[in-house]
């Protein structure tokens, strides 16, 4: 497995109770696997956003921060974004700079009057 490119989990739907435990095996798994501690979980085919799916993800989540990683979404509908800022999961989607960081092609001045990075 290429370490610059992290595995790729693909959610379908629907989510049943009985498939939860066998995705956070195969996020253990993937995070086991690789070098960089994120496991993308491609979330475009699971249909429309609920609480099965919220609760699939933050078990998901849990799953990969006990392994020592986390887990990244992509594709995810913008129901299902919001839905999971209002649970106040969180969780990243890939594309987006992570918290802290800036966003690309934003310019950030280090002190007044320096040039921006």
Avoid: F, H, K, Y
Wanted: aromatic share 0%; with cysteine; hydrophobic share 45%.
């Amino acid at each position: 497995m290429d370490p610059t490119t992290p595995p790729v989990l693909a959610l379908t739907g629907p989510v049943t109770r009985d498939r939860v435990a066998g995705l956070a095996d195969a996020v253990r798994v993937l995070l086991a696997a690789g070098d960089g501690g994120v496991v993308v979980c491609d979330v475009s085919g699971l249909g429309p956003p609920g609480l099965a799916v919220v609760e699939l993800l933050a078990r998901l989540q849990l799953a990969a921060r006990r392994a020592g990683g986390r887990i990244r979404l992509r594709g995810p509908d913008p129901g299902l974004r919001a839905l999971l800022d209002l649970v106040g999961l969180p969780v990243e989607v890939e594309g987006e700079a992570e918290e802290g960081e800036p966003a690309l092609g934003v310019e950030v001045e280090v002190e007044p009057g320096e040039a921006a990075v």
